[in-house]
Protein backbone atom coordinates (compact mmCIF):
# COMPACT_ATOMS: atom_id res chain seq x y z
CA UNK A 1 0.00 0.00 0.00
CA UNK A 2 2.87 2.16 0.74
CA UNK A 3 4.13 2.06 -2.82
CA UNK A 4 0.91 2.95 -4.33
CA UNK A 5 0.00 5.73 -2.13
CA UNK A 6 3.63 6.72 -3.45
CA UNK A 7 2.88 6.09 -7.33
CA UNK A 8 -0.29 6.78 -7.67
CA UNK A 9 0.35 10.35 -8.72
CA UNK A 10 1.71 9.03 -11.66
CA UNK A 11 -0.60 6.67 -12.60
CA UNK A 12 -3.15 9.10 -12.33
CA UNK A 13 -0.97 11.32 -14.68
CA UNK A 14 -0.38 8.67 -16.93
CA UNK A 15 -4.38 8.53 -18.02
CA UNK A 16 -4.80 12.30 -17.72
CA UNK A 17 -2.52 13.57 -20.01
CA UNK A 18 -3.97 11.71 -23.25
CA UNK A 19 -7.45 12.18 -21.22
CA UNK A 20 -6.46 15.77 -22.03
CA UNK A 21 -4.76 16.06 -24.99
CA UNK A 22 -7.06 13.63 -26.96
CA UNK A 23 -10.72 13.47 -25.88
CA UNK A 24 -11.27 16.28 -24.53
CA UNK A 25 -10.03 18.16 -27.25
CA UNK A 26 -12.42 16.12 -29.42
CA UNK A 27 -9.95 14.51 -31.53
CA UNK A 28 -10.82 11.41 -30.40
CA UNK A 29 -14.34 9.41 -29.38
CA UNK A 30 -15.67 6.39 -28.03
CA UNK A 31 -15.48 5.06 -30.85
CA UNK A 32 -11.29 5.35 -30.75
CA UNK A 33 -11.16 4.67 -27.19
CA UNK A 34 -8.43 1.58 -27.97
CA UNK A 35 -6.08 4.16 -28.66
CA UNK A 36 -5.23 4.69 -25.09
CA UNK A 37 -3.42 1.83 -25.09
CA UNK A 38 -0.77 3.78 -27.14
CA UNK A 39 -1.57 7.50 -26.30
CA UNK A 40 -1.26 6.67 -22.43
CA UNK A 41 2.30 5.36 -22.77
CA UNK A 42 3.44 8.53 -25.65
CA UNK A 43 1.50 11.28 -23.35
CA UNK A 44 1.59 9.64 -19.89
CA UNK A 45 4.73 8.31 -19.92
CA UNK A 46 6.70 11.76 -22.11
CA UNK A 47 4.42 13.85 -18.88
CA UNK A 48 5.58 11.32 -15.87
CA UNK A 49 9.58 11.27 -17.12
CA UNK A 50 9.71 15.71 -17.95
CA UNK A 51 8.25 15.81 -14.59
CA UNK A 52 10.63 13.76 -12.92
CA UNK A 53 13.37 14.62 -14.38
CA UNK A 54 12.37 18.32 -13.34
CA UNK A 55 11.50 17.11 -10.04
CA UNK A 56 14.78 15.40 -9.45
CA UNK A 57 17.05 18.48 -10.99
CA UNK A 58 15.67 20.87 -9.03
CA UNK A 59 14.68 22.78 -12.25
CA UNK A 60 11.30 24.69 -12.64
CA UNK A 61 8.33 25.27 -15.42
CA UNK A 62 11.25 26.88 -18.07
CA UNK A 63 13.03 24.07 -17.84
CA UNK A 64 9.78 22.04 -18.24
CA UNK A 65 8.53 23.99 -21.20
CA UNK A 66 11.77 23.28 -23.13
CA UNK A 67 11.82 19.59 -22.57
CA UNK A 68 8.03 19.78 -23.37
CA UNK A 69 9.10 21.30 -26.91
CA UNK A 70 11.59 18.60 -27.22
CA UNK A 71 9.14 16.27 -26.97
CA UNK A 72 6.84 17.93 -29.14
CA UNK A 73 9.38 17.48 -31.88
CA UNK A 74 9.77 14.30 -31.60
CA UNK A 75 5.88 13.49 -31.66
CA UNK A 76 5.12 15.85 -34.60
CA UNK A 77 8.59 15.85 -36.16
CA UNK A 78 9.17 12.22 -36.02
CA UNK A 79 6.41 10.05 -34.77
CA UNK A 80 3.22 11.30 -36.98
CA UNK A 81 5.88 13.63 -38.91
CA UNK A 82 2.50 15.62 -39.12
CA UNK A 83 4.88 19.06 -39.75
CA UNK A 84 5.75 18.05 -42.93
CA UNK A 85 3.03 15.51 -44.57
CA UNK A 86 1.38 17.95 -46.95
CA UNK A 87 -1.85 15.51 -46.07
CA UNK A 88 -1.72 14.58 -42.50
CA UNK A 89 -5.25 12.35 -42.07
CA UNK A 90 -6.12 14.38 -44.84
CA UNK A 91 -6.53 17.56 -43.58
CA UNK A 92 -4.01 19.37 -45.40
CA UNK A 93 -2.37 20.92 -42.12
CA UNK A 94 0.70 22.90 -43.49
CA UNK A 95 -0.63 24.25 -46.84
CA UNK A 96 -1.47 27.71 -44.77
CA UNK A 97 1.99 29.26 -44.97
CA UNK A 98 3.83 26.67 -46.21
CA UNK A 99 7.27 27.63 -46.33
CA UNK A 100 9.38 25.08 -48.64
CA UNK A 101 13.06 25.81 -47.07
CA UNK A 102 11.83 24.90 -44.03
CA UNK A 103 9.33 22.28 -45.59
CA UNK A 104 6.46 22.77 -43.18
CA UNK A 105 4.10 25.83 -42.60
CA UNK A 106 5.10 27.99 -39.43
CA UNK A 107 1.58 28.53 -38.22
CA UNK A 108 0.96 24.92 -38.10
CA UNK A 109 4.12 23.98 -36.50
CA UNK A 110 3.63 27.23 -33.68
CA UNK A 111 0.47 26.30 -33.25
CA UNK A 112 0.99 22.45 -32.70
CA UNK A 113 4.53 22.57 -30.62
CA UNK A 114 2.71 25.10 -28.42
CA UNK A 115 -0.39 22.95 -27.87
CA UNK A 116 1.72 20.16 -26.71
CA UNK A 117 3.77 21.80 -24.34
CA UNK A 118 0.74 23.56 -22.73
CA UNK A 119 -2.12 20.85 -22.79
CA UNK A 120 -0.74 18.01 -23.42
CA UNK A 121 2.41 18.26 -20.44
CA UNK A 122 1.94 21.36 -18.68
CA UNK A 123 -1.98 21.65 -17.46
CA UNK A 124 -2.05 17.49 -16.62
CA UNK A 125 0.96 17.94 -14.95
CA UNK A 126 0.00 21.44 -13.06
CA UNK A 127 -3.65 19.46 -12.36
CA UNK A 128 -1.96 16.30 -11.07
CA UNK A 129 0.86 18.12 -8.83
CA UNK A 130 -1.76 20.38 -6.97
CA UNK A 131 -4.06 17.60 -6.45
CA UNK A 132 -0.93 16.41 -4.19
CA UNK A 133 0.26 19.27 -2.79
CA UNK A 134 2.43 17.80 -0.27
CA UNK A 135 4.60 15.98 -2.38
CA UNK A 136 3.75 18.46 -5.68
CA UNK A 137 7.90 19.56 -5.67
CA UNK A 138 9.18 15.94 -4.99
CA UNK A 139 9.79 12.74 -7.19
CA UNK A 140 6.92 10.46 -7.68
CA UNK A 141 9.14 7.37 -9.12
CA UNK A 142 12.08 5.70 -7.62
CA UNK A 143 14.64 3.94 -10.49
CA UNK A 144 12.44 0.74 -10.91
CA UNK A 145 9.25 3.20 -11.91
CA UNK A 146 11.28 5.36 -14.04
CA UNK A 147 12.44 2.16 -16.07
CA UNK A 148 9.27 1.01 -16.55
CA UNK A 149 7.71 4.50 -17.61
CA UNK A 150 10.46 4.85 -19.74
CA UNK A 151 9.79 1.54 -21.60
CA UNK A 152 5.99 2.33 -21.61
CA UNK A 153 7.12 5.72 -23.22
CA UNK A 154 9.20 3.64 -26.14
CA UNK A 155 6.37 1.64 -26.82
CA UNK A 156 3.98 4.43 -26.79
CA UNK A 157 6.35 6.15 -29.28
CA UNK A 158 6.78 2.78 -31.86
CA UNK A 159 2.89 2.54 -31.79
CA UNK A 160 2.40 6.21 -32.82
CA UNK A 161 4.86 6.58 -35.08
CA UNK A 162 3.79 2.96 -36.87
CA UNK A 163 0.50 3.96 -36.83
CA UNK A 164 1.11 7.59 -38.50
CA UNK A 165 3.48 6.01 -40.74
CA UNK A 166 1.39 3.15 -41.99
CA UNK A 167 -1.73 5.23 -42.93
CA UNK A 168 0.41 7.04 -45.36
CA UNK A 169 3.36 6.86 -48.15
CA UNK A 170 4.76 10.31 -46.86
CA UNK A 171 8.33 10.03 -45.29
CA UNK A 172 10.12 13.26 -43.93
CA UNK A 173 13.10 13.49 -45.83
CA UNK A 174 16.25 12.65 -43.65
CA UNK A 175 17.39 16.54 -43.99
CA UNK A 176 14.01 17.13 -41.92
CA UNK A 177 14.25 14.23 -39.29
CA UNK A 178 18.17 15.43 -38.80
CA UNK A 179 16.85 18.46 -38.29
CA UNK A 180 14.08 17.81 -35.87
CA UNK A 181 16.72 15.35 -33.44
CA UNK A 182 19.04 18.28 -33.18
CA UNK A 183 16.69 20.51 -31.77
CA UNK A 184 15.64 17.61 -30.02
CA UNK A 185 18.78 18.04 -28.43
CA UNK A 186 19.34 21.61 -28.21
CA UNK A 187 16.00 21.36 -25.95
CA UNK A 188 17.44 19.54 -23.74
CA UNK A 189 20.74 21.46 -23.19
CA UNK A 190 19.09 24.00 -22.92
CA UNK A 191 16.67 23.04 -19.97
CA UNK A 192 19.23 22.20 -17.94
CA UNK A 193 22.22 25.43 -19.38
CA UNK A 194 19.87 27.98 -19.64
CA UNK A 195 18.11 27.43 -16.45
CA UNK A 196 20.39 26.60 -13.96
CA UNK A 197 19.36 24.90 -10.71
CA UNK A 198 18.17 27.71 -8.26
CA UNK A 199 16.84 27.91 -4.73
CA UNK A 200 14.64 31.37 -4.17
CA UNK A 201 12.86 31.96 -1.20
CA UNK A 202 9.31 34.23 -1.71
CA UNK A 203 9.87 37.62 -0.98
CA UNK A 204 6.92 38.22 1.85
CA UNK A 205 6.69 41.67 1.16
CA UNK A 206 4.77 41.13 -2.17
CA UNK A 207 2.00 38.58 -1.03
CA UNK A 208 0.82 35.60 -2.61
CA UNK A 209 -0.54 35.53 -6.25
CA UNK A 210 -3.81 36.09 -7.01
CA UNK A 211 -4.87 32.52 -7.80
CA UNK A 212 -8.04 34.34 -9.91
CA UNK A 213 -5.79 36.13 -11.75
CA UNK A 214 -3.79 33.16 -13.06
CA UNK A 215 -7.04 31.08 -14.31
CA UNK A 216 -8.42 34.01 -15.88
CA UNK A 217 -5.06 34.78 -17.89
CA UNK A 218 -4.63 30.71 -18.68
CA UNK A 219 -7.99 30.88 -19.90
CA UNK A 220 -7.99 33.92 -21.95
CA UNK A 221 -4.87 33.17 -23.74
CA UNK A 222 -5.37 29.80 -24.47
CA UNK A 223 -8.54 30.66 -26.20
CA UNK A 224 -7.17 33.41 -28.28
CA UNK A 225 -4.08 31.47 -29.07
CA UNK A 226 -7.03 28.62 -30.24
CA UNK A 227 -9.22 31.46 -32.17
CA UNK A 228 -5.82 32.41 -33.74
CA UNK A 229 -4.93 29.21 -35.57
CA UNK A 230 -9.13 28.62 -36.13
CA UNK A 231 -10.03 32.10 -37.38
CA UNK A 232 -7.17 33.09 -38.78
CA UNK A 233 -6.67 30.57 -42.14
CA UNK A 234 -9.91 32.42 -43.22
CA UNK A 235 -9.44 36.04 -42.18
CA UNK A 236 -5.84 36.53 -41.92
CA UNK A 237 -2.77 35.99 -43.96
CA UNK A 238 -0.42 33.30 -42.53
CA UNK A 239 2.07 35.97 -41.39
CA UNK A 240 -0.16 37.74 -39.57
CA UNK A 241 -1.59 34.66 -37.50
CA UNK A 242 2.32 33.47 -36.73
CA UNK A 243 2.74 37.41 -35.54
CA UNK A 244 -0.66 36.49 -33.33
CA UNK A 245 0.06 33.41 -31.67
CA UNK A 246 3.82 34.83 -31.22
CA UNK A 247 2.16 38.09 -28.93
CA UNK A 248 0.05 35.24 -27.44
CA UNK A 249 2.80 33.01 -26.40
CA UNK A 250 5.12 35.78 -25.11
CA UNK A 251 2.16 37.82 -23.39
CA UNK A 252 1.47 34.51 -21.47
CA UNK A 253 5.09 34.06 -20.57
CA UNK A 254 6.13 37.55 -19.51
CA UNK A 255 3.08 37.31 -17.06
CA UNK A 256 3.67 34.39 -15.16
CA UNK A 257 7.48 35.47 -14.86
CA UNK A 258 6.02 38.96 -13.40
CA UNK A 259 3.47 37.19 -11.10
CA UNK A 260 5.56 34.16 -9.89
CA UNK A 261 8.42 36.02 -9.89
CA UNK A 262 9.42 36.16 -5.96
CA UNK A 263 5.92 35.05 -4.64
CA UNK A 264 4.60 32.74 -2.73
CA UNK A 265 3.41 29.71 -5.07
CA UNK A 266 0.97 27.33 -3.19
CA UNK A 267 -0.88 23.82 -4.97
CA UNK A 268 -3.74 26.61 -5.49
CA UNK A 269 -1.60 28.63 -7.85
CA UNK A 270 -0.80 25.10 -10.12
CA UNK A 271 -4.43 24.54 -9.92
CA UNK A 272 -5.68 27.85 -11.18
CA UNK A 273 -2.95 27.61 -13.89
CA UNK A 274 -3.94 24.27 -14.85
CA UNK A 275 -8.28 24.58 -14.74
CA UNK A 276 -7.96 27.87 -17.01
CA UNK A 277 -6.03 25.67 -19.72
CA UNK A 278 -8.26 22.97 -19.15
CA UNK A 279 -11.23 25.30 -19.55
CA UNK A 280 -10.43 26.46 -22.45
CA UNK A 281 -10.01 22.80 -24.10
CA UNK A 282 -13.68 22.46 -23.01
CA UNK A 283 -14.65 24.85 -25.11
CA UNK A 284 -12.48 24.48 -28.31
CA UNK A 285 -12.96 20.52 -27.62
CA UNK A 286 -16.96 20.82 -28.61
CA UNK A 287 -16.35 22.27 -31.56
CA UNK A 288 -13.57 19.69 -32.64
CA UNK A 289 -15.39 17.15 -31.68
CA UNK A 290 -18.87 18.47 -33.81
CA UNK A 291 -15.90 19.08 -36.89
CA UNK A 292 -14.89 15.82 -37.06
CA UNK A 293 -18.11 13.79 -35.55
CA UNK A 294 -20.69 15.20 -36.26
CA UNK A 295 -23.29 17.45 -33.86
CA UNK A 296 -24.89 14.08 -32.89
CA UNK A 297 -21.43 13.09 -30.84
CA UNK A 298 -21.51 16.35 -28.41
CA UNK A 299 -23.52 13.94 -25.82
CA UNK A 300 -20.69 10.97 -25.93
CA UNK A 301 -17.74 13.96 -26.23
CA UNK A 302 -19.50 14.98 -22.83
CA UNK A 303 -18.48 12.15 -20.86
CA UNK A 304 -14.62 12.81 -20.98
CA UNK A 305 -15.56 16.23 -20.63
CA UNK A 306 -17.53 15.45 -17.48
CA UNK A 307 -14.28 13.07 -16.45
CA UNK A 308 -12.09 15.84 -16.80
CA UNK A 309 -13.67 18.40 -14.72
CA UNK A 310 -14.38 15.46 -12.13
CA UNK A 311 -10.85 15.24 -11.79
CA UNK A 312 -9.97 18.41 -11.70
CA UNK A 313 -13.08 19.95 -8.91
CA UNK A 314 -11.18 16.98 -7.01
CA UNK A 315 -7.69 18.66 -7.34
CA UNK A 316 -8.52 22.21 -6.36
CA UNK A 317 -10.49 20.51 -3.45
CA UNK A 318 -7.59 19.35 -2.25
CA UNK A 319 -5.11 21.88 -3.55
CA UNK A 320 -7.43 24.68 -1.46
CA UNK A 321 -6.99 22.67 1.63
CA UNK A 322 -3.38 22.64 1.47
CA UNK A 323 -1.15 24.55 4.19
CA UNK A 324 -0.54 28.02 2.09
CA UNK A 325 3.71 27.20 2.30
Known amino acids: MKMLYRVAPAILLFFFAPLVAEFVLGDLGFAEIGAFIALAPLYGGGAILIREIIRRTG ?85 PGLIVTSLLFLAGCLFVSRFSLGATDFRASPLELGTCAV ?37 AAGSVLQLANTLGKAHLTWAATVA ?3 LVIIAILLFFRWIGSGRKWTALHSWAAAIGGLLCYVWVGYGVDRALHGPEHALPHTVFVVLALLVAAWAGMRAKRAPAS
Open 59 to 143: RSWPSFALLGLGYALLEEGILTQSLFNPNYLHLRLIDYGFVPALGTALPWALFVLTIHIVWSLAVPTAMVEAANPARRTEPWLRT
Open 183 to 219: LIVACVAGAFLLFPRRETDADETRGAANPWAIGIASF
Open 244 to 246: LEL
